[in-house]
């Protein structure tokens, strides 16, 4: 994980917030190619979602919504952590991770181990963060900001119903950042304040549930292999009794191999009909679906598909990030798929003089219409070959004298370290059909 960090420091990619105020707790920011790989994530989750489907709808709702919002859902009673304080030195531990956290005094123990730790019982601690509106912080003025994404997509699920013209099995669709008040310390931007989830409400007849949860489960596993990642580091895990969540009646987790060991990347829960019908008391409005041809109404359950942007990111770094060596020097190289790499290509003139930069600069300029091309002619060649490395970036291509003479480019490839010689008037081709 180390390694991984400071490769994403280095170049640029994800760092910590406020760094130049010592940082913030468990937050990140996402610099050019940390951005440039997220949205890639995001767009092939969407791509899924919506483009290759025609049974899911797109939705961008509220972060803030009305605060009854959070009774209704159960997560102003229910979604807490319990919490220990230890009285010796004064740290903040979540009871159920102790066995995972380090002693305040003495690191290679864990809180409670040693005689000196004095914890307090433990007791429930809220997640949502709680702001206001308006100018006073007055009663009945206090709002959260959303520590899921769904809610958003229950509460419309009326005004979605009546315009998308479906009928389930459907499902809604949205991606947007959500907040925890997490104190377990994060392990880079696996664990983060707020962070961005890709979540899908699917709607489904009740007798249909466990078949669709079936198919979900599938669906969401392929995905992540599609993304390139080694289908020997996911894995499924059903939630026992006691770990599901107060909504849930059935939940597996797509976990991944992390450099901190097997954890979650996605959940695929089974929430029945319990949100549906919490808002429908709540707000008063009906919240069902008339099968005109069975002539009933019923509500329907509902299968969610719940990912993290960040964690998705994070084991995609981890799954590229490789190290070997190249005449005797070590190279540190991400082996991204195309399709997820911030850059698919970079355009790299050999010298800075006799007319390579220019021929350089007019292939880079057709190639970035297409895809997300970089020009860089700053270093020597070798220098240059390692920063896209370390980026991900699949091919290089270098303008050399010979480019001028016959019009081909070198394009080495980023894992075989193969150099083919190709005519300009290829490239493109060459290029596009690596992202496709
Ligand atoms: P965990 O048990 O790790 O706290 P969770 O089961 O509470 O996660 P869900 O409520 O199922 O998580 O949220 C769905 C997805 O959102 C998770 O699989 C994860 O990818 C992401 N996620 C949840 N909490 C965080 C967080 N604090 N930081 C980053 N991603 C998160």
Known sequence: MDEVVALCKRRGLIFPASEIYGGIANTY?????????????????????????????????????????WEASGHLAGFTDPLVDCKTCGKRYRADHLGELQCGR??????????????????????????????????????????????????????????????????IAQVGKSFRNEITPGNFIFRTLEFEQMEMEFFVPPAEAEKWHEYWMQARMDWYVSLGIDPERLKLRAHGPDELSHYSSATSDI???????????????????????????YSGEKLEYFDP???????????????????????????????????????????????VAPVKVAVLPLLRKDGHPEKAREIYLELRKHVSAEYDEGGAIGRRYRRQ??????????????????DTVTVRDRDSLQQDRVPVGELLDRVTQLTR
């Open 29 to 69: 920011d996402y610099g050019h190619y940390g951005v440039l790989l997220k949205n890639n994530v995001i767009n092939a989750w969407w791509k899924a979602m919506i483009q290759e489907r025609d049974d899911v709808v797109a939705l961008d709702s509220a972060i803030i919504q009305h605060p009854r919002t």
């Open 106 to 171: 003495k690191p290679s123990k864990h809180p409670g181990e040693t005689d000196e730790c004095d914890l307090t019982e433990a007791r429930e601690f809220n997640l949502m963060f709680a702001t206001t509106i308006g100018p006073v912080a007055e009663a009945g003025s206090t709002v959260y900001l959303r520590p899921e994404t769904a809610q958003g997509i229950f509460l419309d699920f009326k005004t979605t119903l009546q315009y998308a013209r479906r009928k389930p099995p459907f499902g």
């Open 255 to 281: 976990e991944y191999l992390y450099p901190i060991g097997w954890s979650e990347l996605e959940g695929i829960a089974n929430r029945g009909d319990f949100d549906l019908k919490q808002h429908a008391e």
């Open 293 to 339: 041809n069975a002539g009933e109404r019923y509500v329907p359950h509902v299968i969610e598909p719940a990912a993290g942007v960040g964690r998705t990111v994070l084991a995609l770094l981890c799954d590229a990030y490789d190290t070997d060596e190249i005449g005797g020097e070590k190279r540190t190289v991400l082996r991204l798929s195309p399709a």
């Open 389 to 406: 490395d370390e980026i991900g970036t699949p091919l290089a291509i270098t303008i050399d004298h010979q480019t001028l003479e016959d």
